[in-house]
């Protein structure tokens, strides 16, 4: 069933379809037929010449012939359209090229107004830019690719490159895909030799592999019956489901090293396992408030994967665990931290329940600050740079940029009158010129590389001498005569003259694709207000309004979104693994006390991150949710150690302590295993996916370290119960911690 799982590459897929950013850019798409801009950049030093325009129109009529292809501008159609304007007289034998002709000074404004779109400004670069409909664009850029390969074997010197939204994102799918392939295998690997090293059982080797095996099995064929498709995110579901399962058998593995029977160790770990696999359920669930589809998609993926994770401990482990001792490698060994690592676990806790009310009062603190800080980090909403710095994706669109400007492609389309006048291009070319005049940013750098419209084109028609006596819309018609398809693409034309219509004309507006996050953000909010400006100086409704959409708008809005998105997720979280603790335990306070310093680190490792420069990004954004889910695991052994004693006739000090020693072992190793396997995605040639496993890895490593030594002092500073601290024989009284003499309420029993 597993096998009708399907990938869409589409970038609209990863919006809800109520998304009005989406809506503006589907319209865009009926308006104009093609939206999505590639680039076929080439260089050539004699571009400017017959054999170059020769070379130019021989690639140029290659591009117009692909499938998806609704339009081309090129120095090629360039010639065309000046063709147009300086018409050769009849009979006449000259060759030359006119818009070539060095002494032409209409012809030198019109190869400057596309300066930095079809040709670079010194001339030795060229452009094939080609709109692409909505159709089959996977195909067509797989044909793109063989004419590059083409050109760069007929002529290497050309360097032929391909650049713009569609590349990035079917790149970014490219990777993804490796990419899971790449990091299941390693995460796989890395998780199986921690086992062998740390526990030496290969009945817990055996263990996980038939675990994940089967819980990606029945994730993926849970997903083809949902019809849930595989999105940017979703390539890493065998190693996720690998980190899940490693980190429950590790518990299993340690009791059955230590002697304990299967039966005694299913008995004793059937509800911290389920609770915890459950909480990580809970946590990728939470991903679902998020607005941005493939985030929904990761989080029913992933939710179902920890149910599925439980459902084959379930079936798979008794029998497994049941296997002769001889399939273990190494003599059997105590299931606790070795001596000194044991001491100095026991004293940190004694320190750290003596001084309970301080660390409680400096957790709530750092909780508030660093989450305050966290709310101050800046976003980054280049698609650009979700690629590393030294990729050939980053090196080819730095190159792009330094020859031409910048390649990242916004769109405005404006209301056009039925009848294009002179005064409604002259009001269209002042808000062009506005546009241009834009220096924004924290440097005052960021500002459009290009804006260009068929008005533009217009203003330069409209100085050839017997064209100056026409209306526009006759100039517009010779433009559409020589360039249908790009003209089209620019402008919608009448069905007939006699028709009334409604008509639209199509800015495209340029910038740095790499320009860093905040920066973008500047200048889109610049572009807005200029937007709105004009949009209220020519009175439109609301139902005619301007429009701002395009691909960087799309992937800016998207990463907006998944920001805005993070804290309802961690909300969620925290109330669902809250709940599932509350269930468990009993105890409100100790499931509030849980959530807090678990939090911790999240916000910790987060403000560190901006401390550092860091921005949130596609990764940063989802591990608020995801890391609660899972660093709550180590919480759930604590808790059910610490009650079980309790039961037992132990007072709270020193139920905490030795359930924090006790524990320490498993939950080290456990968390080993999270970290390892999360700790794989760094290798990730994809940013989004290395900063996730980065900052999960931080933020699990942490809350080890937190849930043995700070939540046993929260627990006990919470339940607040009378005990007495044993002194353990040859500690001194001053490592003791101290009598608790709180009596503000009974204990609560599991």
């Known amino acids: 069933m597993q096998s009708g799982l399907q990938i869409n590459r589409q970038l609209a897929s990863m919006f809800a379809p109520d998304d009005p950013s989406l809506a503006d850019y589907q319209n865009l798409q009926a308006t104009f037929g093609g939206n999505q801009v590639i680039m076929l950049v080439y260089d050539d030093p004699n571009l400017m010449s017959q054999a170059g325009l020769h070379r130019c129109r021989k690639w140029t009529h290659q591009v117009e012939s692909l499938e998806a292809v ?48 079809t040709h670079s400004r010194d001339e030795s670069t060229s452009a094939i830019v080609a709109m692409l409909g909505p159709d089959n664009i996977q195909g067509t850029l797989t044909d793109f690719r063989q004419i590059v390969a083409q050109m760069n074997t007929t002529r290497p010197l050309a360097k032929a490159t391909l650049v713009g939204e569609p590349i990035l994102l079917q790149d970014a799918f490219d990777l993804i895909l490796a990419d899971g392939r790449r990091l299941a295998i390693g995460t796989i690997s890395l998780l199986a030799l921690v086992i062998l090293v740390t526990l030496g059982d290969i009945r817990v080797v055996v263990l996980s592999a038939i675990s994940i095996t089967w819980s990606t099995l029945a994730t993926r064929s849970t997903m083809v019956l949902l019809g849930i498709e595989l999105s940017l995110v979703s390539a890493v579901l065998i190693a996720i489901v690998a980190v899940i ?93 070795p001596g000194r690592t044991s001491d100095l676990l026991r004293r940190t806790v004694r320190m750290s329940l003596r001084h309970r009310s301080s660390l409680g009062i400096a957790m709530l603190l750092v909780i508030l600050v660093c989450g305050l800080h966290v709310a101050t980090l800046t976003t980054n909403t280049s698609f650009l740079q979700n690629f590393r710095s030294d990729s050939e994706i980053a090196t080819v669109y730095r190159r792009v940029e330094e020859r031409l400007g910048g390649a990242g492609v916004t769109d405005i389309v404006l209301p056009a009158p039925n009848a294009i006048t002179p005064e409604y291009l002259d009001r ?57 398809e790009f003209a089209q693409a620019l402008l919608t034309f009448p069905a007939s003259p006699a028709k009334s219509t409604r008509r639209s004309l199509r800015i495209m507006l340029r910038s740095d694709e790499a320009m860093s996050g905040p920066n973008k953000a500047d200048l889109s909010r610049a572009i807005t207000h200029e937007l709105a400006a004009f949009a209220a100086r020519n009175r439109f409704t609301d139902s005619d309004r301007p429009r701002l959409t395009g691909y960087s708008v799309l992937m ?98 020193d139920a905490a302590v030795d359930s924090a020693t006790d524990l320490g072992l498993p939950i080290v190793l456990a968390s080993l295993a999270l970290v390892v396997g999360f700790g794989v995605l760094v290798t990730s040639p994809f940013v989004p996916t290395a900063t996730f496993g980065l900052l999960v890895a931080a933020t699990l490593a942490a809350s080890t370290v937190a849930n043995l030594t700070l939540l046993p002092a929260m627990v006990v500073w919470c339940t607040s119960q009378e005990c007495t601290v044993t002194v353990p024989r040859g500690e001194s009284e001053s490592d003791a911690s101290e009598p608790d003499t709180d009596t503000s309420g009974p204990e609560t029993k599991v």
């Open 70 to 117: 609704t339009g081309v501008l090129s120095v090629a159609k360039l010639v065309e359209v000046f063709a147009y304007l300086r018409p050769k007289l009849p009979f006449s034998s000259d060759d030359s090229i006119a818009l070539f002709d060095p002494e032409d000074e209409l012809a030198q404004e019109f190869r400057e107004l596309f300066a930095g779109y």
């Open 245 to 337: 399962v490693v980190a429950a058998v590790m518990h299993l593995g340690i009791r059955r090293r230590s002697g304990v029977s299967t039966i005694q160790t299913i008995g004793l770990l059937a509800i911290p396992i389920t609770v915890t696999c459950l909480t990580d359920a809970a946590g990728f669930a939470s991903l679902l408030v998020s607005g941005v589809r493939p985030v929904q998609q990761f989080g029913i993926m992933t939710a179902v994967a920890s149910l599925a994770v439980l459902a084959s401990l379930a079936v798979f482990a008794p029998a497994i665990l049941s296997w002769p001792d001889r399939l273990r490698i190494g003599s059997r060994k105590d299931a606790c931290l």
């Open 428 to 484: 269209v070319l002042a808000f062009e010129q506005r546009l241009r005049d834009l220096r924004v940013g924290t440097d005052g750098q960021a500002q459009l590389s290009k804006v260009l419209s068929l008005a533009d084109a217009d203003a330069v028609a409209a100085k050839v001498s017997f064209l100056s006596f026409v209306t526009p819309d006759v100039r517009l018609a010779g433009m559409r005569a020589a360039i249908p």
């Open 556 to 653: 800016s809005n998207l990463v907006a979104s998944l920001i805005r998105d993070q804290w309802r997720a961690l909300g969620l979280a925290c109330v669902l693994v809250g709940t599932l603790l509350w269930l468990a335990t009993g105890n409100w306070r100790e499931t509030l006390a849980a959530l807090l310093v678990n939090t911790l680190p999240i916000v910790v490792v987060l403000s560190l991150m901006g401390l550092l420069g860091g921005q949130l990004d596609l990764g940063s954004a989802m591990i608020g949710a995801v890391s609660i889910g899972m660093s709550i695991d180590g919480s759930v052994h604590f808790l059910t150690g610490y009650h079980r004693r309790r039961r037992s006739g132990s007072s709270t000090h």
